[in-house]
């Protein structure tokens, strides 16, 4: 079951990964919004960092670990990309605030992992030395 979680949460790392490498541009202008130095190098920065965590979490390589620096990766993707605060009421709003949401959800199954890996860690080492 936990392998499945996994390769599941990870495939939107994955593909929104992918996408962005393909097709930076739209991605680029809402980071400048947030004022970085290098919106495009941060922007692309991002999006192989998502596909390799994407791939390493699916794989299990180092969940916990993968799992927090995809969660650390996708706070400010979330503040960049959905500010939902900013639109006017209407659908555009309303899509925002589904993306924002999301995101949220997304970020609490990345805690699961991070927990989920940390927990069994510890019950196996506290197993074998009683």
Do not use: C, Y
Request: hydrophobic letters at 50%; zero cysteines; charged letters at 20%.
């Amino acid at each position: 079951m936990r392998t499945l979680a996994r390769i599941l949460l990870a495939g939107v790392f994955v593909q929104s990964g992918v996408d962005v490498l393909r097709n930076p541009e739209p991605r680029v202008v809402k980071a400048a919004s947030i004022g970085l130095s290098d919106p495009e190098l941060a922007t692309r920065a991002n999006a192989a960092a998502m596909v390799l965590g994407g791939v390493a979490l699916a794989l299990g390589v180092k969940p916990r670990l993968v799992a927090l620096l995809l969660f650390a990766s996708l706070v400010p993707t979330t503040a960049a990309g959905h500010r939902f605060w900013e639109e006017e009421a209407g659908p555009a709003r309303a899509q925002q605030l589904v993306h924002f949401f999301k995101n949220l959800s997304i970020l609490g199954g990345l805690l699961a992992v991070v927990s989920d890996s940390g927990q069994r860690g510890r019950r196996g080492r506290r197993r074998a030395t009683t």
